[in-house]
């Protein structure tokens, strides 16, 4: 029996979902299609009904990943205490929890070296997320230019990632956990 474009969209979905977890849990490299498509709970060849290859999945992951870290950060600055929510989004991104979930956490804190020598499309996808991420700290900036603003949510966007990034690397426990809070002493606003 033929499935309905809405059935069809809906396993699209699932795969794109279960391949942006599994690429941020393993890596992109040391994915292969079969576990992605038995984390979305298929059989490896549907694969080809839905996706082109493996570099079109990743794209369309990676995508994914990036609508999701903003809508995350979005969110947190919308039920922020502070006035314009960039403390909340620091508070949000710099925790044990995201720092721990790495299949749930931010795509460019866990994949962002494979994503530096991915393939010029999925480079172009990330970039638009990465300015969208950087517009939604700009916009919540107490600096009134724009150049400032965007400065500073560049800085604070790196800040961000580097510290999520190299928290997961660290062994030492305490070192790890000295990263997120020192990090998010330095970005807090006076």
Do not use: W
Request: aromatic share 4%.
């Amino acid at each position: 029996m033929k499935k309905s474009k809405a059935e069809t969209a809906e396993t699209r979905r699932r795969i794109i979902g279960a391949a942006a977890r599994e690429f941020r849990r393993r890596g992109i490299h040391a994915t292969g299609l079969a576990e992605v498509m038995a984390a979305a709970g298929l059989t490896h060849g549907g694969f080809y009904r839905h996706f082109q290859s493996k570099d079109q999945l990743v794209n369309e992951a990676s995508e994914a990943g990036m609508d999701s870290i903003v809508a995350k950060a979005e969110a947190a600055a919308a039920e922020g205490a502070d006035s314009g929510g960039l403390e909340a989004i620091v508070e949000n991104y710099l925790t044990l929890r995201h720092r721990d979930d790495r299949a749930g956490g931010c795509l460019l804190a866990g994949l962002g070296s494979e994503l530096a020598r991915a393939d010029a499309d999925t480079r172009a996808t990330v970039s638009e997320g990465i300015a969208k991420f950087a517009d939604v700290l700009a916009s919540r900036t107490r600096r009134r230019r724009s150049e400032a603003a965007k400065s500073d949510a560049l800085f604070m966007l790196s800040a961000l990632v580097g510290a999520v990034t190299l928290s997961r690397i660290a062994t030492d426990p305490a070192l790890s956990d000295a990263i997120l809070s020192e990090t998010k002493r330095h970005l807090e606003r006076p």
